[in-house]
């Protein structure tokens, strides 16, 4: 399960009930997430969340080595690695692992853990997703509709760290921030480039960070409310996933505003005796959703499937495997050799500048 189990204090290796391991990672536009499960209980042992700076596979191999050296005993061939995300396309061949798709990934994890759960929100680096279950009145199967942003990073975790940046506020210091609807101002979250206009505009006007950073966070909501929902209606218990659900109180409180006033203005009825905080609500380990998923999906698949191929292949591709994906693709070169470039030099070179001379007499 996801959480903290009774024996959390003993290291990952010794709560491992068998001798194998599946690994999930989720290669995301800004950070990489990854996870190590027990086959068995499908406890999640080790976990990690970090941002790659626009360096995937150096950053899925530094998170590896920590898993390596965290299970130092497992054979290579008991340990099968499943992987999703934006950057897992190219990863998945020189590790052996399955791709997943992010959103299947995303409703195996909710499914599992979260069975009651009738609309899933997830933000991330550069992607929002709404997913809404829809239950067959005859058969009473549950169905999953999900949207994403398909033309804009606008309302997502890139655009809140610019905003951020130009904000002058401290990444710490927006993780405590509360939630203050009392002073909002227009934002434009349709494009994130208009939205950074906004702040910026609003940064020279002198309206204060938290002021800023809540405003963001209303235009995000309710871009998202009134866009990615698709006209559907989010019916509780919600789920809130991803990286900025995560550690932005005040965007966490804002979802628990709008998503209650849309339920009143379409008259939705829901139930007012239970805390918002329940019907609304981020489950811990939300940043490792994804991940943990395509974990989960791995146990569906066969023995033979994922079979991590270890560290080597991946250094390979590091090394040398980008600059051969990209030849594949890229056009002719430039130049065909040293002359050629030598004789584009020559031809394009600025001439040295000479001060001109007059002869006396002569202006």
Not at 254 to 279: A, H, N
Request: hydrophobic fraction near 40%.
């Amino acid at each position: 399960m996801v959480g903290t189990p009774p024996g959390a204090s003993l290291s990952p290796r010794a709560r491992l009930t068998g001798d194998s391991i599946v690994v999930g990672i989720d290669v995301g536009s800004t950070t990489v997430k990854a996870v190590v499960i027990d086959p068995a209980t499908r406890e999640i042992l080790w976990s990690d969340y970090q941002r790659h700076e626009t360096r995937q596979a150096e950053k899925v191999l530094e998170l590896l080595v920590a898993i390596g050296d965290q299970f130092q005993d497992i054979d290579r061939g008991k340990i099968r690695a499943f992987i999703t995300g934006s950057g897992a396309g190219p990863l998945k061949e020189p590790l052996g692992a399955k791709f997943v798709q992010e959103v299947n990934s995303v409703t195996m994890a909710v499914d599992h853990l979260h069975p009651d759960v009738r609309s899933v929100i997830e933000l991330g680096g550069q992607d929002a997703k709404i997913i809404i279950y829809k239950e067959n009145e005859q058969t009473g199967d549950k169905r999953a509709i999900a949207s994403m942003n398909d033309k804009c990073a606008s309302g997502t975790g890139a655009t809140i760290d610019k905003c951020m940046i130009k904000a002058g506020m401290d990444p710490k210091d927006a993780c405590k921030l509360p939630w203050d609807p009392s002073k909002l101002h227009h934002v434009a979250a349709k494009c994130g480039v208009f939205a950074e206009t906004d702040i910026v505009n609003l940064v020279k006007s002198g309206i204060p960070s938290n002021e800023i950073l809540c405003s963001l966070a209303d235009a995000i909501v309710s871009q998202n409310l009134s866009v990615l929902t698709r006209g559907n209606t989010l019916k509780p218990r919600v789920l809130l996933l991803g990286g900025p659900n995560t550690y932005l109180p005040f965007l966490q409180a804002c979802w628990r505003q709008r998503i209650p006033e849309t339920w009143e203005t379409r008259g939705f009825e829901w139930p007012k005796d239970v805390p918002i905080e329940e019907l609304i609500f981020v489950p811990k380990d939300a940043q490792y959703y994804a991940a943990y998923g395509a974990a989960i999906y791995g146990l569906h698949e066969p023995a033979d499937s994922g079979l991590y191929r270890g560290l080597d292949p991946l250094k390979e591709f590091i090394a040398h495997g980008r600059k051969a994906k990209l030849g594949a693709k890229a056009g002719p070169p430039l130049v065909a050799d040293d002359g050629a470039l030598e004789a584009f030099r020559s031809e394009y070179r600025i001439p040295k500048f000479e001060h001109a001379t007059f002869p006396k007499g002569r202006v």
